[in-house]
Nanobody, 134 residues
Framework: QVQLVESGGGSVQAGGSLRLSCAAS????????LGWFRQAPGKEREGVAV???????????NYADSVKGRFTISQDNAKNTVYLQMNSLKPEDTGMYYC????????????????????????WGQGTQVTVSS
């Protein structure tokens, strides 16, 4: 069966760092879209960062404006694993972080990219909590 298992969440002080991992199994990981979404209490789920696992390095990525320069998404094809390195964390980064897979791909020639649109992803992990205190 399809599984996306997140790990690495926790509680940190503002300015700290966390590294989230998402291990995917049960479906074709190669040349696909995966990403991270988050949801704070009382707010809608929002896209954080997405990545295309195929093509040439560096992988095609997209980030929410709120995390650009602070977060980095990466992946390891050999391990079917996606990572989210989160630096300079802020209290507003607090929320449940979900790994998503099976996203729609957008390709033109040899270039493909992913969008951070929840409705385009069909596989979801259970989430890992990230709490940033001030």
């Amino acid at each position: 069966q399809v599984q996306l298992v997140e790990s690495g969440g926790g509680s940190v002080q503002a300015g700290g760092s966390l590294r989230l991992s998402c291990a995917a199994s049960g479906y074709t990981y190669s040349s696909s879209c995966l990403g991270w979404f988050r949801q704070a209490p009382g707010k809608e789920r929002e896209g954080v960062a997405v990545i295309y696992t195929g093509g040439s390095s560096p992988s095609s990525t997209n980030y929410a404006d709120s995390v650009k320069g602070r977060f980095t998404i990466s992946q390891d094809n050999a391990k079917n694993t996606v990572y989210l390195q989160m630096n300079s964390l802020k209290p507003e980064d607090t929320g449940m972080y979900y790994c998503a897979g099976g996203g729609s791909t957008y390709c033109s020639g040899d270039y493909c990219y992913c969008r951070a649109v929840s409705e385009e992803y069909i596989y979801w992990g259970q989430g890992t909590q990230v709490t940033v205190s001030s």
